[in-house]
Structure formats: C-alpha cells, structure tokens
C-alpha cells in the first residue's frame, strides 16, 4: 500500500500575494531595498534598510534584510523569501498623508459593534491596509470611543495605532511628532466653530485578508440566516417563556452581537436576524427547565424547521423511557 | 526630576500648586529652578511665537539625565501649518523628549477672585501635565477628563480636570520605571 502525503510548499501563500499587491508603495522582493532605504514595518513603525546579513541558523545559510527602527534603534532581521509577504512598504507620500487628513476629518461612519470582527478587521488594517489602513484603526476606535469606553486591549491597540500614525506622518513631513499629533486631533476633533477644508476622502482599505478567515465569516452569516429562520418559530417562544430563562445566557463575547442590532436596526433591514441570532441561545436553553415542568405546549410549533423535529422527536422519547422505568 | 523654568513672570502661589500637581500626576520630584529671558528670535512678523523655534534657542538649563524642562510663557504661540490648517497651539513638547513649552496666552484670565485664580491654577497644571506627558511619550487621549486630552477639543469642560486617566497614568509610570536614572 502505497501512501501519498500532501505537501504544501510554505512559499504558495507569499507567492499569492506577490501576484496581488494589496496597495501602492509594497514592496514586492528584497532587490527594491537599499542600505539607508526608509520603510514602514507593519505593527513596528518606520525603519531604515541598513544592509543584508548572512547568519547560520540550524544548518542552515540564510539571508537577511537588517532594518533598524528609528523610534529605538532596534534590529529587525527579515528573511530575504519573507520581504514580499510581511507588508513591508515604503514610508507614505506628502500626498498620501494628505488624503488621510482628509479622511480622518470626514464624517464619522459607525463603528463596528462585533467586537471580533473588529479585532479581526483592525489587524488585517494594521498589516495590510498601509497608512491609510493605520489611520481607519485609529478613526474607527475614536468613533467607537464617543460611544463608550474601549476595553483595555483596544485601548492598547488604539494607543499602538496611534503611535504608528503619528510617527509615519511625522517622517513623511519632517514634522515634530507632537505637531503631527496636532494634525491628526485637529481633523479628528476641530475645536468649535472650525470648519476644514476637507476634500474627498480616499476610498478606504479593501481588505484581503486570508480568505479561509472570510470563509468562515461567511459560514458564520449562513449560519445566522439559519437561525434566523429557526428564531421566527422561537421568537413566538420566547415571547411565552422569556421571563423564566432570565439573564443567565449573557457571555461577554455576546455583547457586541446583542448591540449591533439596537444601533444599526435602522439602516438595515436584515438586522432583525441578529436580534433573532441573539434570541437562538435562549431558546436553545428551553428545554432545560421544561424537562421538569409539564410545560410541553410550543411543541407542535417546531417541525417547521429540521433543528426543531430533532429536538422535539429526543423530547418525546425521554418520556417514554421515564415511564418505563 | 520636572523642573520649571519661567520666560515670563509668574505668581509664586501658582508655582507652588502646579510643582505639587505634577509631582502628584508622575511622582517625581518638581521644582521651580527659575527664570530664564524670553528668545526674541523665535518671534514672527505677526507678533506670535514659533514654538519649535522658541524651544530650540531657549537658554539651557542644568539638568541630569531623563530630566524633564518645562518652560513657562505668556506670548501666543504657533506651530507649523498642517494640510487642514494651523491647530491653537497651547503648548509644545518633544515627544519622548526632554524639553516641553507651554503658554497661558490661551487661558482664561487670571483674575483677583478666588474663584478665577483656582481656575487660572487648575488649567495651567493641567496643560503642564500634558505636555510632559508627551515628554513621557504620551499620545492624546480620547477622554475629555483625562489630561492627555487635546486642549483645543470641544468635550473639553471650561475647568477641566487635571490627572490622567488610568491607562495615561499607567503609561507614564511605566515610561519611569524605564528610565535610566
């Protein structure tokens, strides 16, 4: 018997990436660097190119682009093969910068209320949205951060965002930091009775991120679109028998979902699904109290949905086995 | 150490109350180490105050490693125009720097009432607490009660608060902690 292993070459990913450079100013391969080359490391700031370094690692003679972060003075040494796939990137224009301003004054969009998503969103920006990529983080925290406090690991993120900002429009304006903190509070919050100059803003960052990730975002939808048809017969019990489940259900990462629908209930019209969505635990949780009461009366409610005739054939079983006992 | 150096003439009382609010806010020692002559070659035609200018040609003062200079002034002040225009300068510090600027030319008067002096105090020590928060590499903060707030923001209160809120303050301990001295 013969047996076959697939193997996936660890260089199929970056070569995909290579054939779709996700924006302007990415560098696409180790020969575009030169020592003294100033570039944007993603999530570590603006680097300077100080030349290539050879090193013996496990046997092994590898190749390495040494950057040097001018905030510290820290080495980064980046493999030559993984130079295309990091999001390395060359520090963004005066002309670019402008057009974040220009975004960053726009009017506010709402924020993103799922927190996972907006974790998940936020790094993929960090990574591979470019400047305009770090400034959507930090305008999409502050926005969020109007509504309420951000939890502490966003108020990191905020804060990281942030200084990554600043220190690239910095650099690309030869401006103190502080001034180009100014700028950005400036058009993220004029002072009163200040009216910007404001153009139209950039398109924002399409993100690309692995598409297993989207999948799986997709997958969740389906699956809230499942629901939803299910929630349409437990909506009516839960209306009969809210009162009892009481608040028990509530995790935190349900916080987010239990929201979005109450913020953006009107601009959507398939938002009455999330509310369904959060509703789907609660049902799910019925039976639990109904196995010790006679309270059985929904029942005939169900087969309308798969999930429903599988619940209600185990329920009627159980009691048969009760009364053989 | 925070040291104080004034280009302006200054109330001893108000001197007092800000060393006690900054050592309060970073728990590190503050003095007033004195007076200093206001550069006149930082001043533009329009009779304002070029900030970066003005700190670069301030006369020096003595002062160790990770020691942090604030100067004290009364002249307006104004920083580089950006692309959406020139944000009210009240201040200006060198960020993760060692050297800090901050004007009342922005302030509400001072007064002789109590109640205007407390204001005047409050508002200065507060200014005075940002700007060395970004000596301490602070960024602005998104809580308008926090003193990392920017100065200019309209969720601003008139009489503003004057410490930092619990990241910024644990930021700026952790910056200490980190320094050398």
Wanted: with cysteine.
């Amino acid at each position: 018997m013969v047996t076959v292993f697939l193997v996936r070459p660890s260089g199929k990913r970056e070569e995909k990436k290579e054939k779709d450079p996700a924006l302007e100013g990415n560098i696409a391969s180790a020969a575009e660097l030169q020592a003294g080359d100033r570039v944007v490391y993603p999530n570590q700031g603006v680097c300077r190119v100080a030349g290539l370094e050879q090193k013996d690692i496990a046997g092994q003679r590898l190749e390495f682009v040494k950057l040097t972060r001018e905030e510290d003075g820290a080495s980064v040494l980046v493999p030559l093969q993984k130079v295309p796939s990091i999001g390395l990137r060359r520090v963004a224009s005066a002309e670019h910068i402008e057009g974040v301003f220009h975004y960053l004054g726009a009017s506010y969009d709402d924020p993103e209320l799922d927190w996972k998503v907006r974790h998940r969103d936020n790094v993929e920006r960090l990574i591979a949205g470019g400047v305009l990529g770090v400034a959507e983080v930090v305008k999409g925290l502050h926005s969020l951060a109007r509504l309420r406090p951000l939890p502490a690991k966003e108020r990191e993120l905020y804060d990281s965002s942030r200084h990554l900002l600043v220190s690239e429009i910095s650099v690309s304006l030869g401006i103190p930091p502080s001034v180009a903190e100014d700028y950005v509070d400036y058009a993220l919050m004029p002072p009163a009775g200040v009216k910007l100059p404001l153009k139209p803003p950039p398109k924002p960052v399409e993100l690309k991120g692995p598409p297993w990730k989207r999948k799986k975002a997709a997958a969740e939808e389906e699956d809230d679109l499942g629901l939803s048809e299910l929630g349409l017969d437990l909506g009516a019990l839960e209306g009969e028998e809210a009162p009892e489940s009481g608040e028990s259900e509530a995790p935190e990462g349900a916080e987010g979902e239990r929201e979005a629908p109450a913020a953006e209930a009107p601009a959507k019209p398939e938002r009455p699904a999330k509310e369904k969505k959060a509703a789907a635990p609660r049902a799910k949780a019925h039976p639990k109290p109904s196995r010790k009461g006679p309270k059985r009366a929904p029942a005939p409610k169900r087969p309308h949905a798969r999930t429903g005739k599988a619940k209600a054939g185990k329920a009627a079983k159980k009691p048969a086995k009760g009364k053989k006992k | 150490m925070i040291r104080i150096v004034t280009l302006a003439p200054f109330d001893e009382g108000d001197l007092a109350f800000l060393t006690r609010t900054l050592y309060r806010s970073f728990g590190v020692g503050t003095e007033h180490v004195g007076d200093r002559p206001l550069p006149k070659g930082a001043e533009r035609p329009d009779g304002r105050f070029d900030a970066l200018k003005l700190l670069d040609e301030v006369p020096p003062v003595r002062a160790f490693a990770d020691d942090k200079v604030v100067y004290l002034t009364d002249v307006e002040l104004s920083i580089p125009e950006g692309p959406l225009g020139e944000p009210p300068a009240w201040g200006f510090a060198l960020q993760g720097g060692d050297r800090a600027l901050v004007s009342t030319y922005r302030f509400a008067p001072r007064g002789v009432s109590e109640a205007s002096i407390d204001v005047f105090r409050r508002r200065l020590a507060r200014e005075c607490t940002h700007f060395v928060g970004h000596l301490w590499d602070l960024h602005h903060c998104y809580d308008p009660r926090c003193a990392m707030h920017p100065s200019w923001s309209p969720s601003l209160s008139a009489n503003p608060e004057h410490d930092l809120d619990a990241f910024c303050r644990e930021k700026s301990e952790r910056r200490i902690r980190l320094a050398k001295t």
